[in-house]
Each structure stands twice: as C-alpha cells, then as structure tokens.
C-alpha cells in the first residue's frame, strides 16, 4: 500500500451547497418610524407627510430596508405604502417588519432562482456553517427545492454530516 493520501470527498459524487455563495452584497437597515409619531404614540397624518416630504431618500441607494415602528402604536397602512414610494426608486428591496424578515425574503427569491440541474440524482449536502446571518428558514426553503431532485441530503460539513433524507 503507497503512502499516498486520497481525498476521497473531493473524489466522490457528493455535491455541495452553501447559502453563504449566493448571499446578495448590500447594507441591510431598519428604517424605524418611532421618530416619525407624535409623542412616539401617533401618527398625526400631516406631520408624518411632512416628515417624508423632508427625508433624504436617496441614502437607500442600493440598499435593502425593513420598515418598522418599534414604539406601542397603531400605524396605519397607508404609512407604510407612502414610505415605500419613496423608497422604490433606491432600494433594492423594502419589507414591512424586522431585519429577519428581511433576509427571508431575501433568500426565498435566491433560491426560487437557483439552478438545480447540477444537483439531480446526486448526493447533497448544505453546508451549516456561515459568516452571514443566513436565517434557518433559508434553509427550509432550500430543502423544499432540493428534496424533489437529489438523491440524499445532508447538512453540516462533509466530515461530519447530518443525514437528513435519502430516496
């Protein structure tokens, strides 16, 4: 026997996938409109399109936005739909909730978009580990798409995986 040392995970059939490739580049903000309401309680209609009117939207160049009110009020949804047009023509994408939310949303069309052919009758594992704040419902959503067409999945490293479905 030769001293040689054989990878027999890069040699094998097994695929890879890691959400942490396909996370979109771009700040991510809650855009808080507690500021916005009258004693941080109300929002006074006038006052709150005085507010819009005066903003800066141009700072959300390219930038994906939570809208959100983090005080105890009543905010209608007109309030929301008003931010969001003014909004539109700079971000990248505007949510009404929290930055969680956010990436959700973000990940759901990632992966609606992903190209699975690579992946069919193969062996597959998701990789867990990530720098990125990957939420785990990317991770369900992933799964959904994959289950239909790869042979097994896995989730961890390929060192020490997780069995989670096999056909």
């Given at each position: 026997?030769?001293g040689?040392?054989?990878?027999?995970?890069?040699?094998?059939?097994?695929?890879?996938?890691?959400?942490?490739?396909?996370?979109?580049?771009?700040?991510?903000?809650?855009?808080?409109?507690?500021?916005?309401l009258?004693q941080?309680?109300?929002?006074k209609?006038?006052?709150?399109?005085t507010f819009?009117e005066a903003?800066?939207w141009?700072q959300?160049?390219?930038?994906?936005v939570?809208?959100?009110?983090?005080?105890?009020?009543?905010?209608?949804?007109w309030?929301y739909?008003?931010?969001?047009?003014k909004?539109?023509?700079?971000?990248?994408?505007?949510?009404?909730?929290?930055?969680?939310?956010?990436e959700?949303?973000?990940?759901?069309?990632?992966?609606?978009?992903?190209?699975?052919?690579e992946?069919?009758?193969?062996?597959?594992?998701?990789?867990?580990?990530?720098?990125?704040?990957?939420?785990?419902?990317?991770?369900?959503?992933?799964?959904?798409?994959?289950?239909?067409?790869?042979?097994?999945?896995?989730?961890?490293?390929?060192?020490?995986?997780?069995?989670l479905?096999?056909?």
């Amino acid at each position: 026997m030769s001293g040689e040392i054989v990878n027999r995970v890069a040699n094998s059939k097994l695929k890879t996938l890691d959400l942490e490739e396909f996370y979109p580049k771009g700040n991510r903000i809650l855009f808080d409109i507690k500021d916005w309401l009258f004693q941080e309680i109300i929002l006074k209609e006038k006052d709150f399109r005085t507010f819009v009117e005066a903003h800066d939207w141009s700072q959300y160049q390219d930038v994906y936005v939570a809208l959100s009110c983090s005080a105890d009020a009543i905010i209608p949804s007109w309030a929301y739909l008003l931010l969001t047009t003014k909004l539109q023509p700079f971000a990248k994408k505007i949510v009404v909730g929290s930055l969680e939310l956010l990436e959700t949303v973000i990940f759901q069309e990632v992966i609606n978009e992903l190209q699975l052919d690579e992946f069919a009758d193969k062996p597959v594992i998701i990789k867990g580990c990530s720098d990125k704040p990957i939420p785990d419902s990317a991770y369900t959503l992933l799964i959904s798409k994959l289950q239909p067409v790869a042979k097994s999945l896995m989730f961890g490293e390929a060192c020490s995986t997780v069995p989670l479905y096999k056909k």
